[in-house]
């Protein structure tokens, strides 16, 4: 999967987008990104345990993100979390949805469906 | 801690590939979930509710997302060493196939109940259900069949019994000719009037012969099921039709319902007569009465003990009865008036036999012989089970199916994907074995049928 276009993995359902963007300034542990994507949208946007690991399986699966060996923070030395890091691969399907968002947004300015900035 | 394994009770909605990677994290997080909420009785609950959501609407997505990988699996195995799997898939195909023909027939012959009758277990059977025929003359010890006029003494007399009917032993097979002039092949029975009260049958159309009605020398006729379809094409305008068998014209009364096959495990009578009929049909033959020197015995008999009668000692006294009942009538043939010859006669005897498995003839003549060749048909299902083994361990070491960079479940999964498509093989084998039973029949399967 690795080796396939970001744009075949078009559009990303918005759990799996959520946790790309989750992970994009660092690695996090499962709990770790749901309490990031629940802050960065307010609390709109509450992931479940099963929402976030039934994506989580896909995303290992498709290459977006791999499972590190060991914890990132030294300090954090519970060995019951597992972390996970975004790919190359992830971060280029990431940009390609945000591509695909910002053109649609675009669209929808250049239409008048939405006010332009 | 409680609520730790309700949740962990929970996780078993989803695959247990996906439970055994992922569980021990979800757990924690709802643990750590728990714990921010515990002030909050409404916050608690609505974690709860979220749990139970998730189980509802993310499992049976995993249990989707388990069932594709393994067609895909399946499928990309198949193509990677298509001969030895082709020969693999056939094995096991012939080995469940076969296995299930066996067992079928092996179930149908030794152990199933009749089909289509009531409550089966309370029949009883006053003759030998594993003596099929019949007998002019003498005989002694166990009586293997009745006459009618023994059975008739036994009706009139054993009250012990609720109800008793008599059946042809033998399954006669006539030349039947329909009103346009068409002729087929039919095997039938003479019946008395209880034979459907007894069994507990009722009709799929119209009415049948009832033990009110008595033994009765009308020409009427109820047809089999599959008689219906194949003869009436199924027209709901039967009844009051005429099947002429032999030089009497038989009218229709009614249809029996769909699986009945009377009381003979393995048979399949497309009519029943009423037994005054057999003289008529059958001309030249003392069917009905008992004339000195010889008894035609030819009726197998089968009752119900009366209600709330149970057990080995109600049987015992019903069999007793019997028995009185049956000797007088030896006595008054086979009496002090009789040849010296004839008296030998009088140690024949009676015996209760569980019925609810009907007669069968074959029962005791193959049961061994079933019962080897369910082992042996096993033993093949064995070897068809190594040759899959022997496909997994090929296709384990299939290039790309077990690559290091997979997460840890999916490796898992693959290593035991092999074993689980056999199943989806193995329903090919069912498809094998419903026209390996219908040859070891020798006849058409159909729904609601049973093994010879």
């Known amino acids: 999967m690795k080796d396939a276009s970001p744009d075949a993995l078009l559009p990303l359902p918005a759990a799996v987008f959520h946790i790309l963007i989750a992970l994009a300034d660092r690695d996090r542990h499962g709990y770790s990104i749901m309490q990031d994507v629940a802050a960065r949208t307010g609390g709109k946007v509450q992931l479940s345990a099963g929402t976030l690991y039934s994506s989580i399986r896909r995303m290992l699966e498709q290459g977006l993100i791999e499972e590190l060996k060991e914890s990132p923070d030294p300090a954090n030395t519970d060995e019951r979390r597992r972390y996970y890091r975004l790919t190359r691969f992830g971060k280029r399907v990431a940009g390609a949805e945000v591509d695909r968002l910002t053109s649609l947004l675009r669209d929808a300015r250049a239409t008048g469906l939405v006010p332009g900035t | ?452």
């Open chain 2, 1 to 452: 801690m409680r609520a730790k394994r309700i949740y962990k009770a929970l996780l078993h909605c989803y695959p247990a590939a996906f439970r055994n990677e992922y569980g021990s994290q979800m757990q924690l997080i709802f643990s750590e979930q728990l714990g921010a909420t515990r002030r909050s009785g409404i916050r608690q609950a609505v974690l709860w509710l979220r749990a139970a959501l998730d189980a509802l609407t993310v499992a049976p997505r995993e249990h989707a997302h388990i069932i594709a990988q393994d067609v895909r699996y399946a499928i990309r195995s198949t193509a990677a060493s298509p001969t030895f799997a082709i020969v693999a898939i056939l094995s096991l195909a012939l080995g469940i196939g076969a296995s299930t023909a066996i067992f079928s027939l092996w179930n149908g012959v030794l152990h199933s109940s009749l089909p289509a009758v009531q409550a089966p277990g309370q029949l009883v059977m006053l003759t030998n259900p594993e003596a099929s025929g019949s007998w002019l003359g003498m005989l002694d010890q166990e009586r293997p069949w009745l006459t009618f006029e023994e059975f008739k003494q036994l009706q009139d007399h054993a009250d012990t019994f609720s109800s008793l009917m008599a059946v042809q032993s033998l399954l006669d097979t006539w030349q039947v000719r329909s009103a346009d002039g068409g002729w087929d092949e039919a095997h039938g029975h003479f019946v008395s009037g209880g034979f459907f009260d007894v069994l507990g049958v009722h009709p799929k159309l119209g009415r049948v012969f009832t033990e009110a009605g008595g033994d009765s020398s009308a020409p009427e006729a109820v047809i089999s099921y599959k008689f219906w379809q194949r003869w009436f094409g199924g027209r709901s305008d039967v009844l009051g039709k005429t099947v002429a068998l032999r030089n009497v014209a038989l009218t229709v009364i009614g249809v029996a319902p769909s699986g009945f096959i009377g009381e003979t495990a393995g048979q399949q009578p497309d009519l029943w007569v009423p037994l005054g009929m057999a003289p008529v049909v059958t001309p030249g033959l003392n069917w009905l009465h008992d004339t000195a020197p010889a008894k035609y015995m030819w009726l197998h008999v089968f009752g119900r003990l009366k209600p709330g009668a149970t057990g080995a000692q109600a049987e015992a006294q019903a069999e007793a009865q019997a028995n009185a009942i049956f000797k007088a009538g030896l006595d008054s043939f086979y009496g002090p008036a009789a040849p010296p010859e004839r008296r030998e006669s009088l140690n024949q005897y009676l015996k209760i036999h569980p019925a609810g498995r009907g007669v069968s003839p074959a029962r005791d003549k193959f049961s061994n012989s079933l019962t080897a060749l369910l082992a042996a048909v096993g033993v093949l299902l064995l070897i068809a089970c190594a040759n899959l083994a022997n496909l997994r361990a090929r296709m384990r070491s299939f290039p790309g199916l077990e690559s290091p960079e997979r997460p840890a479940w999916v490796r898992t999964e693959l290593a035991s994907r092999a074993q689980r498509s056999a199943a989806g093989w193995g329903l090919a084998g069912f498809g094998c074995a419903r026209p390996s039973l219908c040859r070891l029949h020798g006849t058409p399967s159909a729904p609601g049928e049973r093994s010879p």
